[in-house]
Nanobody, 124 residues
Framework: QVQLIESGGGLVQTGGSLRLSCAAS????????MGWFRQAPGKEREFVCA????????YYADSVKGRFIISRDNAKKTAYLQMNSLKPEDTAVYYC?????????????????WGQGTQVTVSS
């Protein structure tokens, strides 16, 4: 059983940056591909980005490509999401998730474990 706790959300102005962290406990962190998802009010949860277990291969949704960077530190059992050039449309609750099914998983149903989410609000 893996527990995930996100942190680092908050209120930021358009064009600003935030760094989210996802701390894992239980299980073997390096055995899981990690993903970040987000959910805006009234919308479905959507894929943001993913990173492989160890090699560090990454994949991004088109909406965040070039602005967001996903990374991980297996020794610290933590995944990160660096968000730059933030836009109001990035406002959402951001969730990290872990999957044992391989690293490039885009659907929520393919992830085994989820954090509780952290709110990111970008003001215009």
């Amino acid at each position: 059983q893996v527990q995930l706790i996100e942190s680092g959300g908050g209120l930021v102005q358009t064009g600003g940056s935030l760094r989210l962290s996802c701390a894992a406990s239980g299980g073997t962190f390096s055995e899981y591909g990690m993903g970040w998802f987000r959910q805006a009010p009234g919308k479905e949860r959507e894929f943001v980005c993913a990173i492989s277990r160890s090699v560090g291969m990454t994949y991004y949704a088109d909406s965040v490509k070039g602005r967001f960077i996903i990374s991980r530190d297996n020794a610290k059992k933590t995944a990160y999401l660096q968000m730059n050039s933030l836009k109001p449309e990035d406002t959402a609750v951001y969730y990290c998730a872990a999957t044992s099914a391989g690293w490039l998983r885009l659907r929520t149903t393919e992830y085994n474990y989820w954090g509780q989410g952290t709110q990111v609000t970008v003001s215009s």
